[in-house]
Structure formats: C-alpha cells, structure tokens
C-alpha cells in the first residue's frame, strides 16, 4: 500500500434501523394526519371473527385502506357496505408489519341522500332476490283481532293514536312491546320484538297475540334507518301473526313495508286496518238479521200458497175411495161362488189321490184275505204238533187275527184321517193363496188401466172400433166417439 494514497472519504450520514424508520414515519403520519375527514367509495369490505370491520376507500386514481375497531364498528348508524360512496372522519397511522399506511376510521356516513338510497335500493334488491317480499308469503289479517301486539315507543304520540283509535273503533286488548324507534338500538329491538311476540304461546299468562302493528311517526330517511336494516326486514318476514306496517307518513317508504303483510299509511290507518268499526258490525248484524227473518217469511208464505195450488190439484177423499168402495162390493159377491168352486175343485182331486177311501179299503180287504188264509194253515200245522193243545191254539189264533186285524184297521184309519188333515190344510192356504194373489191382480190392473189415466183428465178417441191417436186420422174420420171417466160423447169431425 502507498502510504502516500489519499485515505477513503467518511460518510457522517446517519445509520437507522427499521424499526427506527418505522416509527419516525408513524409519528410524522400520525403528527400530520390527526384528524381528517375523506370522501370516498367503498371498496373491498372484509368482517373477520375478530369483530373489527376493514375495507378501502378509493377513487377513481388512488386506493386508501381502512380500519374501524370492534368497539366503534358495533356502534355505526350505517354500516358501509361496497359501493357506497360515504364521509369518513378518523386518523391517518401506518402498519409497520407491512410498511403500509392505513385510516383508523371513528365514524363513518353516507355522502348524501343519494348514497343512501342507492345503499337501499341494493339491499331492497337482494332481500327481493331472496323472495321476502313475494305476495304469495303474505298472510291475511284477522277479520276482528282478540289481542293486538304493537311494537313502537311507549312515550310518543303514536301508541296514544294507536289506543285512541281501537277504542272509538272496537275496543280490544293491546299488548305494548317498547322499543327504540331510531337510533343504534332500533334495529335490534325492533327485530327482538317481532320475534318475542312470535315466541309467545298461544292462551298462556301473557297470550300471543293474534296481529302485530309496528308503528312509528314520521322523520328524515336517517331518523327511519333502522326500519331499513336487514335484521328487522327478515324479522318481518319471518313473522308467523300477520304484521302491519306503520312506519312514517304516507310518503315515507322502509323496507320493512315491503316485508310486512299489510302496509298502513300512519299509525292511526293501520288501527282501522286492525279491527273493524264495533258500530257499523252491530248495524250490519241487525240489518242481516232483518233480512233473514223477510227471507224466512217470504218461504213461508211462498210454500203455503205452493200448498194451497197442490191442495187443489188433488182429488176429493170421496172419489179416491169411491172405486176400491165398489171394487171391494163386487169381489165380495164373487167370493162365495168362488169359494165353493174352489172347494169343488180341492174336493175332486182329493177322490183321484192315491190316499183315497175306496183304495184304502180295497187294500184292507186283500189283507184281511192273506191274513185268513195264513190262519187257516196254522191252524191245521198246529193240530198236528200238539194234539190236545190244537183247540186251544186255534181259539188263541183266532182272538190274536181278530187283534192283528183291528191294529192294523186302527193305524190304516188314523193315517187315513191325517192324509186327509193334511189335504184340507193345504186346500185352505191354496186358496187363501189365490185369493190374494187375485186381489193383487185386480188392484195392479185397476192401476194400469185406462179407467184410472181417463179420471186424470185424459179421454179416449176411437172413430168407429179404431182408435185415433193423431191429428191426421181424427180429420180423415167422420165421426168420432170421446170416452171420458164419467161416459161417452159423440161427435163429427171437420
């Protein structure tokens, strides 16, 4: 080495560690970047498990990347969501793990009306895509309500409204949930009502009620936010007792009406929404019961003259019993011969049955023969057997014939008189047979004959022998005979 080379130059730059730099910036960003508010729109927006919300905040040149702690995210009137443009108010600070730069936001709104209600039109968009709104999960309302559940402050003139109203109306029990109607705490008590009153059980200590009413008074699109969260539409939707909405005025609009079953205009609308008027029901009731006694009247009256007309179309007692009178005459005349023929006739085929007198005693004849002649050779038998004892056997022979043949008489008598027991029986329930059977007859051919149709009002017409049964025949015809019920008239075609 020359020790006569120029030595190397010293650099009195200072040396810094990393961390030395990063803090030195922190405290210039943070020094300079306090308090600032920046306009924007939102970005990408990510809600970890942690509780702390992060998102972006850009324009159309540059990006900014945000923070809001748990505590204050839990906090927001409205909670950003992307594509919203909106003021944000906070501090600028740096994340040295990444030597990024970042805006630890305090308090974050909409830019604006219009940002507000892009943010709700974009979210009545997709509560529609789910089918919250949908008409066919409408229910309807109870024609008269026995408990109504209202869910709005206790302290405002709405709920006074609400009271006043169903007491000049129709009077019934009201059930109060008391909630914030704007605010932070809105949307969860609004949403914790709905649901609190769904739990309820039907007839318990504190019964369910049998319709909801959410009401609140008019304000600002801000003042009615809470109205707008998706808590409180899902809420509403879910709702099992049919919900009215009455949140605002007439012009006012939140998403809850959309989910709602009945949307009311005002508080006081969806009262007479509730019930109907006690008055008007009562004069109703009396004018239908008016009209049902009229109606009930009027088919009185109308079926006793109905009666009275067919009273006169039927025939007298005394011509409907006239003809079975004479019928019943004139069979009582033919019965006896009758009787007597029938008993001739029964009587003839009982001398030609087999079971007759003659042949009986025909047979008993024969027998009394064959009977005589196998005494005859017993007895001559017996005489040569026994000797002596012939004359006493004979004599026993002849007492036990004379015996034999009396049995046998007394038992062919008694079947004698049962056959002929038996043959008048069946004569007797033979012709009590055919004696009903022919009035049978002349009752069904009193109804089928003509005489019967002539008494109706019916005639018959005959030209000559012939019948006439057309208009063509009667006018070919000279003259003609008109058979009526009572007798015959005589007449001339053309």
Not at 356 to 375: G, N
Not at 417 to 427: M, T
């Amino acid at each position: 080495m020359d020790l006569f080379d120029d030595p190397a130059p010293i650099d009195n730059t200072p040396e810094f560690s990393v961390s030395e730099i990063s803090g030195a910036v922190k405290k210039a960003i943070e020094g300079g970047f306090s308090h600032v508010r920046v306009r924007g729109e939102v970005g990408r927006v990510s809600r970890p498990a942690s509780g702390h919300l992060y998102l972006d905040l850009k324009d159309d040149r540059s990006v900014l990347s945000a923070i809001i702690w748990k505590g204050r995210a839990a906090a927001l009137t409205h909670r950003p969501e992307e594509g919203m443009e909106v003021i944000a108010t906070g501090k600028l600070t740096t994340f040295p793990g990444q030597s990024k730069y970042q805006m630890i936001i305090e308090d974050i709104v909409p830019a604006g009306a219009g940002a507000l209600m892009a943010m709700l039109e974009k979210r009545r968009a997709m509560l529609a895509g789910e089918g919250l709104f949908d008409a066919s999960r409408k229910k309807p309302l109870p024609y008269l309500p026995e408990i109504i559940g209202v869910v709005t402050s206790p302290s405002g003139a709405v709920i006074r409204d609400i009271l006043h109203r169903l007491r000049d109306r129709f009077p019934r029990k009201v059930l109060v949930w008391p909630v914030a109607v704007q605010g932070q705490k809105c949307a969860p008590e609004v949403a914790a009502a709905i649901a609190g009153f769904n739990a309820l059980t039907p007839g318990g200590a504190l019964p369910r009620p049998d319709l909801l009413i959410v009401a609140r008074g008019g304000g600002s699109l801000e003042d009615l936010w809470g109205f707008n969260e998706e808590i409180v539409v899902r809420a509403a939707a879910a709702s099992d007792i049919p919900l009215i909405s009455a949140v605002g005025h007439e012009t006012d609009t939140t998403l809850i009406d959309f989910a709602a079953d009945v949307r009311a205009p005002t508080p006081t609308a969806a009262a007479e929404l509730a019930v109907p008027v006690r008055i008007e029901l009562l004069a109703f009731v009396d004018q239908q019961g008016a009209r049902l006694v009229r109606a009930l009247s009027n088919a009185v009256q109308n079926r006793r003259q109905r009666l009275r007309d067919l009273a006169r179309a039927l025939p007298q007692v005394e011509t409907l019993v006239d003809g079975p009178r004479q019928r019943l005459d004139y069979l009582s005349d033919r019965l006896p011969a009758a009787l007597r023929q029938a008993a001739a006739k029964k009587r003839l085929q009982l001398s030609d049955a087999a079971l007759r007198p003659a042949i009986l005693q025909r047979r008993l004849a024969e027998d009394r023969r064959r009977l005589s002649a196998l005494s005859d050779r017993l007895v001559p038998a017996l005489q040569r057997r026994t000797g002596d004892a012939a004359v006493t056997l004979e004599r026993a022979g002849r007492g036990l014939r004379v015996d034999l043949l009396q049995v046998r008489l007394d038992r062919q008598g008694e079947r004698l008189g049962n056959a002929a027991q038996r043959l008048s029986d069946r004569a007797t329930r033979q012709q009590a047979e055919r004696k009903a059977r022919l009035a049978a007859l002349d009752r069904l051919h009193e109804s089928l004959g003509y005489m019967e149709t002539l008494k109706r009002g019916y005639a018959v017409v005959r030209a000559g022998d012939d019948l006439v049964t057309d208009s063509q025949t009667a006018a070919k015809a000279g003259d003609l005979e008109i058979q009526f019920a009572d007798g015959r008239v005589n007449v001339r075609s053309g």
